[in-house]
């Protein structure tokens, strides 16, 4: 079903007007976010007095939005040409199409209105809104964030990992979780000036990791889930339980770019390089989230923060090395040695 067959109807339906339950306030990238849609992986508010929040979130029964009315700015596919999402605009109003998943109507205002599609379960609709279009969102009101992981290791040093998916990300957060490291996000991070240097702030405390690797890394597996998300074999184990955000988020001591699995050195030790400012201008760009891709002035801002972040003298090194579970020791030795090693 496509976006204008769930989104037009002559006219909105009973339930579409009916009062929504009463929302609660929760916390992401520590942005207060309001929804009636309950968001169980995301820590509670509930004495919330901060008044209006950054974000509002409803689920809707039916379209008030027509997809006719907006015309297509940009699509996401796979290298096989599948469609994953489609951004049209209105205006100033956005509409998130996931085909035969669900609509997000997003507001001027930051009121995002979600329409799932006929049997979607929520915890689909829910990984959907959490990282895919609750960070493209932040990102067009001029918040920074990456598709990275990122942990505090044991020697008080936050560092983070980008990469493309497949990489690795998670798994090495994982690792130096496992190993005496606090965990900030396997998936996506908001990066942001503050005292003393560039800070960041975790969004959704799950890690989520493939069959194979949990195994390997010798988690629990009594606490993994088949993960929302279609098309894939990862499970999630939520940390909401035993992750807290610090009042003050930690300073961004490195960024590593992770090498493609196959960029491994002849001799397989593992290597920790610096990048050249402009593969790392590029790779910071490549990494972030955007809602409008086609926007210019976005696109532009987006440059210019980047930039920022460099010339404030964030560290960005190539970290390469064999993509095989018993050379993670090694990984985190490294890191923790850098950049002394």
């Avoid at 007095?49 to 809707?60: S, T």
């Avoid at 999630?236 to 035993?242: R, V």
Wanted: with cysteine; aromatic share 6%.
């Amino acid at each position: 079903m496509t976006a204008s067959q769930r989104t037009h109807a002559p006219d909105p339906s009973q339930d579409a007007l009916r009062e929504p339950p009463v929302p609660d306030t929760y916390l992401l990238f520590g942005t207060p976010v309001h929804s009636n849609i309950p968001l169980p992986e995301l820590p509670r508010l509930p004495d919330y007095q901060g008044g209006a929040p950054a974000v509002a979130i409803r689920q809707m029964a039916a379209g008030l939005a027509k997809a006719e009315d907006f015309h297509t700015c940009h699509e996401w596919r796979t290298e096989q040409g599948r469609l994953l999402c489609r951004c049209l605009r209105r205006d100033t109003d956005y509409l998130l199409s996931f085909p035969a998943q669900a609509d997000f109507h997003i507001e001027a205002g930051g009121i995002i209105n979600c329409l799932p599609a006929p049997g979607v379960a929520q915890g689909l609709l829910r990984h959907l809104l959490l990282n895919q279009v609750l960070p493209r969102y932040l990102a067009h009101t001029g918040e920074q964030l990456l598709h990275a992981s990122a942990v505090t290791l044991a020697n008080g040093k936050t560092v983070a990992f980008l990469g493309e998916s497949g990489f690795g990300k998670s798994t090495l957060a994982s690792y130096c979780h496992l190993n005496g490291a606090q965990f900030i996000d396997d998936d996506c991070i908001l990066l942001r000036s503050g005292e003393g240097g560039l800070r960041i702030v975790g969004g959704v405390p799950t890690v989520r990791l493939y069959p194979d690797s949990l195994r390997a890394l010798g988690h629990n597996p009594a606490g993994f889930a088949p993960y929302a998300q279609e098309r894939t074999d990862k499970l999630q184990m939520s940390l909401s339980g035993q992750h807290t955000h610090p009042v003050m988020p930690p300073i961004l001591h490195a960024l590593f770019l992770l090498g493609a699995p196959g960029d491994v050195p002849a001799n397989g030790a593992v290597t920790i390089t610096p990048a050249g400012g402009q593969v790392a201008l590029m790779s910071l760009v490549r990494g972030a989230f955007n809602l409008n891709p086609a926007d210019k002035h976005t696109l532009r801002q987006m440059f210019e923060q980047r930039a920022q972040i460099l010339a404030e003298g964030l560290p960005v090194c190539h970290l390469n090395y064999p993509r095989s579970h018993r050379a993670l020791p090694q990984v985190l030795q490294a890191l923790l040695n850098w950049p002394h090693a």
